[in-house]
């Protein structure tokens, strides 16, 4: 008997005025890059070894729209990270939430990632759509999920 273990992902980006108002929404599967791969097969490792030693939960914007592909390493045009907060969804389901509040990475955003550390790391996942025009006054919250089945 055989199990494969598939990873699949999504982001939930939602974009919130001065006034405390939504003001536009996203919703986008998004690729597991080979990087990405490697670093959970490390982690799953590490994880026995020392819990602390590997990180996943920085999530950062860009305005890069170029599709996402499993051989990126990097967002295409970062514009800004922010460590987020982990949590475990029931349903195998690791999900990382982080709000780049007003006046952090104005601008359109089109691109997501997950990163293992606040500068450089390892693209865990990215994804591209269509743009949210992020003002200075404005917030937004962006979901990550990866989804183990």
């Known amino acids: 008997m ?3 273990v598939k990873l699949t992902g ?3 980006a939602t974009l919130y005025g ?3 108002n939504v003001k536009d929404t996203a919703a986008t599967d998004n690729v597991v890059t080979t990087v990405g791969k490697e670093f959970l097969a490390s982690f799953l490792y590490s994880a026995s070894v020392a819990a602390a030693t590997n990180t996943a939960k920085y999530a950062v914007i860009g305005t ?3 599709g996402a592909a499993v051989g990126n390493t990097a967002l295409g045009t970062e514009i800004s990270r922010h460590t987020g907060t982990v949590a475990y969804a029931s349903g195998a389901i690791y999900q990382v939430t982080a709000t780049f509040a007003a006046g952090s990475g104005t601008g359109d955003v089109v ?4 990163y293992t550390t606040n500068t450089g790391g390892t693209l865990i996942s990215r994804a591209t759509k269509s743009a949210i025009a992020k003002g200075a006054s404005d917030s937004l919250t962006v979901v990550f999920q990866v989804t183990l089945s």
């Not at 691109?111 to 997950?114: D, K, L, P, Q, S």
């Open 2 to 4: 055989t199990d494969n």
């Open 18 to 20: 001065p006034d405390g």
């Open 111 to 114: 691109e997501y990632g997950i």
């Open 64 to 66: 890069d729209g170029t």
């Open 10 to 12: 999504r982001y939930f």
